[in-house]
């Protein structure tokens, strides 16, 4: 199982960037997909998540309103369009797959509950 996370870069603060984590070897239908994140000296939190039809999302607070998680089950493909950006959304994002077997439960949020992690991507936010 491979997760490939890419699309980050440097922007400037109000930019935007769109990343994207390409899947393989994964039942990628049978998987919430999330994005976490890990900033400079900091532990990795949680930044947004989607079930398995992409019908249900869930973000942290920060980036509600800015950010925006997507699926292609057909490409096993994730997305994080992130709009708006701040200096404070500088961090590595690292996506991640979480087993799930039925459609009907919220995305966890927990980086525990994930069973397959991407190698991350960098953002970096200039003020």
């Known amino acids: 199982v491979q997760l490939q996370a890419s699309g980050g870069g440097l922007v400037q603060a109000g930019g935007y960037l769109r990343l994207s984590c390409v899947t393989s070897?994964?039942?990628?239908?049978?998987?919430?997909m999330g994005w976490f994140r890990q900033a400079p000296g900091k532990e990795r939190e949680f930044v947004a998540a989607?079930?398995?039809?992409?019908?249900?999302?869930i973000y942290t607070d920060s980036v509600k309103g800015r950010f925006t998680i997507s699926r292609d089950n057909a490409q096993k493909t994730m997305y994080l369009q992130m709009n708006s950006l701040k200096p404070e959304d500088t961090a590595v994002y690292y996506c991640?797959?979480?087993?799930?077997?039925?459609?009907?439960?919220?995305?966890?949020?927990?980086?525990?509950?994930?069973?397959?992690w991407g190698q991350g991507t960098e953002v970096t936010v200039s003020s």
């Open positions: 989607n079930n398995l039809n992409g019908v249900r999302s």
């Open positions: 991640a797959a979480s087993w799930a077997y039925y459609d009907g439960i919220p995305p966890p949020s927990i980086s525990s509950a994930y069973n397959y």
């Open positions: 070897g994964l039942a990628f239908g049978n998987y919430a």
